[in-house]
C-alpha cells in the first residue's frame, strides 16, 4: 500500500476513533490519550522536529552554493515574496467577502459578557523582521528561530560559492550532512501513519463538540475560504503560474504532506517531510525547494490570514461593529503582517489576530469565543500554509526552466 494511502486512512480511523470515544466513552479515551494515542503523536513529532534545524541548515548553504549566480537568487527571491504577498492578500479578501456575505456574528447568540482573553504580548512584526540578522547563530539555532537560520545558512552557503575550491571539502561534507537527513526524513516517514493516528486520535477526542453547534457557520465559513483558496489559488497557481501542471495530480502528490501539517498543526514541524515530497513527487529543484519552503514555512501562511479575516468580521458581528471600507483595507494589511509574523507552531495564530483587531479597535476579549474550536481549524488552515509554499515553489521551478529555454535557444 503507498504510504500517502496509509496516512488516509489512518487520519481517517484517528478522527473516527476520537470522536467515538469521546462521545461514548470519555473515560476510556482519557487513559487511552495518556499511554497510547498522546504518545504515538508525540513520538513522530519530535522524530520529525528532530530534523528541522539541520535540515533547513544544510539545505540552504547548499541551496545558496548551488544558485552561484546572485541574480537568479534576487530572482527567485523577488518572485517569491511578491507571490507570497498577493496571495496571502488574496486569501484574506475571500475570507472577509465570505464573513461579509454570511454574517457568522449575526446568526445565533453570543454571550460576550464573561469573555476573557488577554493578548499574550506577540512580538511586533517589526521587531521580527529587524532581528532576522542572527548576533549568535548557535544561539539561533538551539531556539530553532528559523528566519535567523535561513540568513545564517544563506551567508554561509554565498561564502562557499565564492571561495570555490579552496572550501569544497566544506560543500561535500555539508552535501553528505543532507543526504543523512533526507535518508532519515524516509524512515520517519514509515512512522508517520502511525503518528498521525495517535495526533489525530488525541487532537479530535479532547475535543468538546458542543462549541461547534454553536460556532458552526463562523467553522464552516473559515474551512470554504480555505477550501475555495486551496482549489483556485493554488490551483491556479500551478496550472497558470506552473508550466499548465495538472492542478489535481499537485494536489495528490503533495497529500503526505498536507497529512502530516493537518495532524501536527505545525508548518516548521512539517517542514522536512514537505520538502522531500516537493523535491522527490513535485520534481522541484533542491536549490528552489531549499529557498523558498523554509522562507514560506515562517512567513507565508495563507490560511491562518484566512482565518484572522474570518475572525475579525465575526468579532466584528457579535460586538455590533459596523467595519468601514477604510477599516476592512486596515484589515487587509495588519492580516498580511500577522500572517508573517506568526510562527509556525500550532495555536500561535489566534495570538496574533489580537494585533488584527487592535488595529480597528474591536475587543480582543472576543478572541475567547472561537478559542474552543480553534484546534480543529488551526489544523486545516496548517496544510493549507505549506500547500502555499510548495506552490511557490512550483511556480518558481516552471519560471526558471522557461528562462533557461530562452536562453538556450
Ligand atoms: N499552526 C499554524 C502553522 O503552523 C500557525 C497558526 O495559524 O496558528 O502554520
Request: glycine share 10%; aromatic share 8%; proline share 4%.
Amino acid at each position: 500500500m503507498k504510504i500517502t494511502t496509509k496516512i488516509i486512512i489512518a487520519l481517517i480511523a484517528g478522527a473516527i476513533v476520537g470522536i467515538v470515544l469521546n462521545v461514548t466513552a470519555p473515560d476510556v479515551f482519557k487513559v487511552l490519550d495518556t499511554w497510547l494515542f498522546n504518545p504515538l503523536g508525540q513520538i513522530f513529532l519530535s522524530l520529525i522536529k528532530m530534523l528541522v534545524v539541520p535540515i533547513v541548515l544544510f539545505s540552504i548553504i547548499l541551496g545558496f552554493n548551488g544558485l552561484g549566480d546572485p541574480k537568479k537568487l534576487g530572482r527567485i527571491g523577488i518572485r517569491t515574496i511578491l507571490y507570497f504577498l498577493v496571495t496571502t492578500s488574496i486569501a484574506i479578501v475571500i475570507a472577509i467577502t465570505l464573513a461579509l456575505i454570511f454574517k457568522p456574528g449575526e446568526v445565533g447568540e453570543f454571550d460576550t459578557s464573561n469573555a476573557q482573553f488577554s493578548a499574550e504580548e506577540a512580538p511586533p512584526v517589526s521587531e521580527t523582521l529587524l532581528n532576522i540578522i542572527p548576533s549568535n547563530p548557535f544561539a539561533a539555532m538551539t531556539s530553532g528561530d528559523m528566519l535567523q537560520i535561513i540568513v545564517f545558512a544563506g551567508f554561509i552557503g554565498f561564502a562557499l560559492s565564492m571561495l570555490g575550491d579552496k572550501t569544497k571539502g566544506i560543500v561535500n561534507l555539508v552535501q553528505q550532512g543532507n543526504d543523512i537527513m533526507m535518508y532519515l526524513v524516509g524512515i520517519v516517514m514509515k512512522f508517520a501513519p502511525y503518528g498521525t493516528f495517535g495526533l489525530l486520535a488525541s487532537a479530535i477526542g479532547s475535543q468538546g463538540f458542543s462549541a461547534i453547534k454553536a460556532m458552526g457557520l463562523y467553522f464552516a465559513l473559515v474551512l470554504a475560504a480555505l477550501i475555495i483558496h486551496l482549489f483556485i489559488t493554488y490551483g491556479g497557481t500551478v496550472y497558470f503560474l506552473g508550466g499548465r501542471r495538472n492542478p489535481f495530480k499537485f494536489f495528490k502528490d503533495f497529500t503526505p504532506a498536507m497529512s502530516v501539517a493537518f495532524s501536527t498543526s505545525s508548518s516548521s514541524a512539517v517542514l522536512p517531510i514537505s520538502m522531500e515530497i516537493a523535491q522527490d513527487n513535485l520534481k522541484v529543484p533542491k536549490h528552489i525547494s531549499s529557498f523558498v519552503q523554509p522562507l514560506g514555512s515562517t512567513i507565508n501562511m495563507d490560511g491562518t490570514a484566512i482565518m484572522q479575516g474570518v475572525a475579525t468580521i465575526f468579532i466584528a458581528q457579535v460586538y455590533g461593529v459596523d467595519l468601514s471600507l477604510g477599516q476592512l483595507v486596515t484589515v487587509v494589511l495588519i492580516a498580511v503582517l500577522a500572517s508573517i509574523g506568526t510562527a509556525g507552531v500550532p495555536g500561535v495564530g489566534l495570538i496574533m489576530l489580537a494585533m488584527v483587531l487592535q488595529s480597528v479597535n474591536l475587543p480582543v476579549e472576543g478572541i475567547a469565543l472561537i478559542l474552543g474550536i480553534d484546534r480543529l481549524l488551526d489544523m486545516a488552515r496548517t496544510a493549507v500554509n505549506i500547500t502555499g509554499d510548495a506552490a511557490c515553489a512550483v511556480y518558481n521551478t516552471a519560471a526558471e526552466e522557461k528562462r533557461e529555454n530562452k536562453v538556450a535557444r
